[in-house]
């Protein structure tokens, strides 16, 4: 029952420049919910969007949610070695029982 | 700091043993989860319990049990280990309406020989 489908499964970029991953679901929400992974270790949340918001901002992270087409999109501008790590999106679809997908890898070069 | 705590990082049994996962979180959440992470799968729900002595199946609950005794702790039991649960184990708590999302402990990958 995979609800979440991340969008491109690996991303590897330079410092400095922007990265962008995208998430579909399925069914309808009432929020979604970006986590961050590092290698071998547990997720962290990052961000979460109500499903009346469109756009939401926390340090370099942007977060946007169009429930119309079912999608939401993480940006992290200037990006960070640090950075490093799998992203994953999560949906409420199931009242308080969060639906993960599979992740996006993202490497950044210094 | 909050956090949630799982009582091993690495672990490593034999095929057919009783295995318990330990995860205990200082947040006073009503809700725990435990999950399991496997290359290519994402993460998948195996159980998870919304008040003490409450417990309701996820995606994935054959093979394993929990129990919730207290509401800080919540155990993870695989009645009889085998090679396929070999994984990445994940416990993770929220308060009742997912206030700041879950939060996860750092896992315990899990190796039946």
């Known amino acids: 029952s995979q609800q979440g489908e991340e969008d491109p499964q690996a991303l590897s970029i330079q410092e400095g420049e922007n990265a962008t991953m995208n998430c579909s679901y399925k069914t309808s929400i009432n929020n979604l919910q970006w986590y961050r992974q590092n290698s071998g270790r547990g997720l962290v949340h990052l961000i979460l969007?109500?499903?009346?918001?469109r756009e939401k901002h926390s340090g370099r992270l942007r977060v946007t949610l169009d429930t119309s087409k079912k999608s939401s999109s993480l940006l992290i501008t200037a990006s960070r070695a640090a950075d490093t790590a799998s992203y994953f999106c999560?949906?409420?679809?199931?009242?308080?029982?969060?639906?993960f997908g599979a992740g996006t890898i993202l490497r950044v070069k210094s | 700091d909050v956090k949630v705590t799982q009582s091993s990082r690495y672990l490593v049994k034999r095929t057919g043993e009783k295995v318990f996962l330990e995860c205990v979180q200082d947040?006073?959440?009503?809700?725990m989860f435990w999950y399991r992470q496997d290359p290519g799968l994402g993460l998948r729900l195996i159980y998870f319990s919304y008040d003490v002595k409450m417990k309701e199946k996820g995606d994935i609950p054959e093979g394993y049990s929990v129990s919730r005794e207290k509401k800080e702790r919540f155990s993870l039991i695989l009645e009889s280990a085998s090679t396929n649960q070999t994984s990445m184990y994940l416990c993770?708590?929220?308060?009742?309406?997912?206030?700041?999302?879950?939060?996860f402990g750092s896992g315990t990958r899990l190796t039946v020989v």
């Open positions: 947040m006073d959440h009503e809700n």
């Open positions: 993770a708590s929220s308060s009742a309406w997912l206030v700041g999302g879950y939060t």
């Open positions: 969007i109500r499903s009346n918001e």
């Open positions: 999560a949906t409420d679809a199931y009242g308080n029982k969060l639906v």
